[in-house]
């Protein structure tokens, strides 16, 4: 009993965390039009943070006068600002376009009204990139795309456009963004201290393959000859030569993801890993490897489910699980050891990175270490489809969930809806609040990462009910909206605004019941 009291304990504080700072660490997932099951374009986020404001709301379109000015804020969604805009830290301002679009607007926005989608990535990069002389971080830069571009390409002159005349101030991002006809990774930086700018590259998914960023610099060499395939600002490779970390002399080829960064971290190349050999199982990838392909063709088409279940993967029964050294003496009916061992039902595979050495999580945890792909600390996922032969009130589509991926059951928010319920307009992190959303998910998560091996069970019976219904009746629910929208396009939106809001709705309802069931099941028999 003593030990076992130990290994609860223990497993309490994996999930709950040990000193931390914020982990920029999340997953996006990019498919192309040829590589999905319907002709969807897709990108995909996990928010994977413990600071950011986990409240969604609406921004309508505007039109401005010329000479309008927009303000710029940085880490605007961090901490109190999160949850109280009064704290934002004004940076700057600039110019407004002509008019902005409608988009939905969470830490990171994740699609507008032109059926423009945005995935997010961190990759850090080095140090010295970074720059103190200009006022946009990546926040800010995610919400100046979403908010002015119509297409893929339009979103990636944005960022180079404010970058270069504004400046940006983070280290390594990546951004995956979609249209409704392509997919592009754009990964940006710092011009290094002192400098105002940016360093960036992009480069498009090819129509019939996926690709992945799980926090690692993934773009190699840059081909500018293919123009339809690679883009880049005109000092990507110049601001190397002056820094010192390029020298065209010395015969090697100039490759991004080494001169402004590394690919050192096992947390990010085994993610990539990780998507390709679940999606193209065929190609055989080496999960040791140091790169990967920028994108493959997936053995069969991707669906919106496949990815659902990506996200919720922990590498169980590979070499890599998160749990395989959690054992305990397996048990006859009679309640007679029988020599064998079990794995536990406290096994946790959401470890924080000082717990990794005590259960000899794959060599334990550093910078460089393991980490699954789902998280507990993640904030919210969204899945994004965008579709050219629909409107863009009914093509463009948020599959949008809180918490932990691996817990989570996804609402259908289409670009074309109006409002959202009021508990998805509170942010949690103040404190625990029934009106907010947010915790009912992610009472849920926390509470079932204590006794994974049986609770995780009793929450796939709720998340599997929805997502079966949800995906079912996608298709009669876009056929009825694009018929209304035909006649009357406000009456397809006041249609799906009714179906995305009952949606959340349900959910939420559904979790807090599912909260409490828990506590219910499983009180007293830890």
Request: hydrophobic share 35%.
């Amino acid at each position: 009993m003593k030990k076992l009291s130990i290994l609860v304990i223990l497993t309490a504080l994996a999930v709950y965390g040990f000193a931390y700072e914020d982990e920029k660490g999340c997953t996006s997932i990019t498919v192309g039009k040829q590589a999905s099951v319907d002709g969807s374009v897709m990108t995909t986020h996990t928010c994977d943070s413990r600071v950011t404001r986990t409240w969604i709301d609406i921004v309508k379109a505007k039109k401005y006068k010329p000479g309008a000015k927009r303000k710029v804020y940085v880490d605007s969604n961090k901490t109190a600002s999160a949850y109280d805009l009064s704290k934002q830290k004004e940076k700057g301002e600039i110019p407004q376009p002509a008019e902005t679009y409608k988009y939905f607007n969470t830490a990171l926005p994740p699609l507008n009204g032109r059926q423009v989608a945005i995935g997010e990535s961190t990759f850090g990069g080095k140090k010295e990139m970074k720059s103190d002389a200009g006022v946009i971080d990546y926040y800010e830069l995610n919400r100046i795309m979403i908010e002015r571009a119509a297409t893929a390409r339009e979103a990636i002159a944005a960022a180079d456009e404010v970058t270069k005349k504004y400046g940006y101030i983070e280290g390594g991002e990546c951004f995956t963004i979609a249209d409704p006809k392509e997919v592009w990774h754009l990964e940006i930086i710092g011009p290094g201290k002192g400098k105002k700018g940016a360093v960036w590259v992009a480069q498009r998914v090819p129509d019939g393959h996926i690709s992945v960023n799980g926090n690692g610099s993934r773009i190699r060499e840059i081909d500018l000859s293919r123009p339809d395939y690679f883009m880049a600002s005109e000092n990507y490779k110049s601001r190397a030569v002056e820094l010192g970390l390029y020298d065209p002399a010395a015969g090697k080829p100039f490759e991004f993801c080494y001169v402004y960064a590394s690919r050192d971290s096992m947390a990010a190349r085994r993610r990539e890993w990780r998507v390709f050999d679940l999606l193209a199982p065929s190609l055989k990838l080496d999960p040791n490897s140091e790169n990967y392909p920028f994108s493959v063709k997936p053995d069969k088409k991707v669906s919106v489910k496949d990815i659902m279940d990506i996200y919720r993967d922990t590498y169980e029964d590979t070499p890599f699980d998160m749990t395989k050294n959690m054992l305990v003496p397996e048990r006859d009916k009679d309640d007679k050891i029988t020599g064998k061992f079990i794995k536990s039902p406290y096994a946790n595979p959401f470890m924080d990175y000082d717990m990794m050495p005590l259960f000899k999580i794959n060599g334990g945890w550093n910078e460089l270490g393991e980490r699954c792909i789902a998280r507990y600390y993640c904030t919210y996922i969204t899945i994004i489809q965008v579709r050219d032969w629909l409107p863009d009130d009914i093509g463009g589509l948020v599959w949008f969930s809180y918490d932990n991926p691996a817990m989570a059951a996804y609402a259908p928010l289409y670009i074309g809806i109006e409002k959202v319920p009021e508990p998805y307009k509170i942010c949690g992190r103040p404190g625990f609040n029934y009106d907010c959303a947010w915790w009912a998910f992610n009472r849920v998560a926390d509470l079932s990462a204590q006794k994974w091996g049986h609770m995780r069970h009793d929450v796939a019976k709720v998340w599997r009910k929805f997502e079966k219904e949800a995906l079912q009746n996608q298709a009669k629910v876009e056929a009825e909206a694009l018929a209304l929208y035909k006649k009357n396009p406000k009456k397809a939106r006041k249609f799906l605004t009714g179906y995305s809001n009952d949606w959340m709705e349900k959910l939420v309802k559904a979790y807090w019941q599912l909260g409490n069931d828990l506590w219910s099941k499983y009180t007293g028999k830890f």
